[in-house]
């Protein structure tokens, strides 16, 4: 057996080296730039969700309650809003410059976003001394929103807008304290809204089955994960130049370049995500479906007001929720998905997994003057 070739050792020995340092390099120049001393996130959260005292062109009391307004929760975090200011009105209009045309190609959780926001704005124009009154936008294409003076009404909700966040990790399985949950299932509704909770194990193997069927077909489609990933913001950088979207560690995911993160959702497998995602849906002690009698867009906006409702009650009393809607989502899925829980002939809007979990980072809004008309 011939001998190896002393200076051939060195040189590999050379060259796993230089792609050490290489690396090292790399990733420490990635690190450096991402978390430049400008760059920082964790006061830019502050500064997006502190109630407001800066100086605008719009009077103060009109800024805090669409920037409010701004804080509730959106599909992507798209932030599918525009509002116009005139004399005793606000209006809220659709942005369809961030719409989702493959997740949701009619509008239908746009138009719920909207309803979030339409209740974040309904709950601070009261606190600041206003009765509001909604016209909902069938046939038009906006919510009008005309304030009245009146006593201001503080809502022991009202704290809990600057709080609220879409937590998507891994909960902690502990069953909900009675009490709290008596909370929650009490949240008023809107006309034309039914919710139901799935506390029961069984049930909730059904909703698990048909968030893996969603998570299979969408995961299958080349075009979901391309507007999805269009959607992520994968490090502090591309957060903070959007003020939108969905960043990495909110998911508990790390920092990484675009083309890493591209590279890493674009390989994930259907079956992954199923997976991950009935973990987490397994971690949660139960599931609420909102659902509606009508599929337009005043049902939609009043399922987006029930939702907010819940959600900001469940911030309230220590509850983490997060949405999983796959089921409803995909379209050969959802009325089965309706037959499968007992809907009946209401029609299933939103799927919202809740429990006990640890905080995640925040998300990013758009100042008020950017969604200002």
């Excluded at 493959?102 to 309904?122: F, Q, T, Y």
């Excluded at 675009?258 to 994930?268: A, E, I, N, Q, S």
Aim: charged share 20%.
């Amino acid at each position: 057996m011939p001998k190896r070739q002393p200076h051939l050792i060195v040189n590999r020995r050379q060259v796993l080296q230089r792609l050490a340092i290489a690396a090292i390099t790399l990733s420490g120049g990635y690190i450096l730039y991402e978390y430049q001393p400008w760059l920082n996130y964790d006061q830019q959260v502050q500064n997006t969700w502190k109630s407001l005292n800066q100086e605008s062109v719009v009077s103060a009391q009109m800024r805090e309650i669409i920037h409010s307004a701004t804080l509730a929760a959106s599909g992507h975090n798209t932030q599918p809003w525009l509002f116009a200011i005139k004399e005793n009105t606000i209006e809220i209009h659709p942005d369809y410059t961030r719409r989702l045309p493959i997740v949701d190609p009619r509008d239908r959780e746009l138009w719920i976003s909207l309803g979030c926001a339409l209740e974040n704005l309904l709950i601070a124009a009261r606190a600041s001394g206003y009765a509001p009154e909604v016209t909902y936008p069938d046939p038009a294409d906006f919510i009008h929103v005309r304030l009245t003076p009146d006593t201001a009404q503080t809502s022991p909700l009202l704290a809990a807008i600057h709080l609220r966040q879409n937590t998507r990790s891994a909960y902690d399985g502990q069953t909900i304290k009675s009490d709290a949950l008596k909370q929650v299932q009490s949240v008023l509704l809107e006309p034309g809204v039914v919710v139901r909770f799935i506390l029961n194990p069984q049930e909730l193997n059904t909703v698990v089955e048909y968030v893996d069927r969603g998570n299979q077909s969408q995961f299958a489609n080349r075009a979901f994960i391309d507007e999805l990933t269009t959607w992520i913001r994968f490090n502090q950088k591309e957060a903070l130049a959007t003020l939108d979207g969905l960043y990495s560690p909110c998911s508990g995911n790390p920092q990484v370049p675009r083309w890493l993160g591209k590279m890493v959702v674009g390989g994930t497998k259907p079956q992954q995500q199923a997976d991950a995602d009935a973990k987490k849906l397994r971690s949660s002690p139960g599931v609420v479906v909102i659902a509606s009698e009508s599929d337009n867009k005043s049902a939609w906006v009043r399922t987006g007001q029930v939702y907010e409702r819940l959600a900001l009650q469940m911030t309230a009393v220590e509850i983490k929720s997060a949405f999983l809607n796959q089921p409803i989502e995909v379209a050969a899925l959802r009325g089965q998905f309706q037959s499968a829980i007992d809907l009946g002939n209401a029609l299933p809007q939103l799927l919202i997994r809740f429990g006990y979990g640890k905080s995640m980072p925040q998300s990013l809004r758009r100042s008020v003057e950017q969604v200002l008309i």
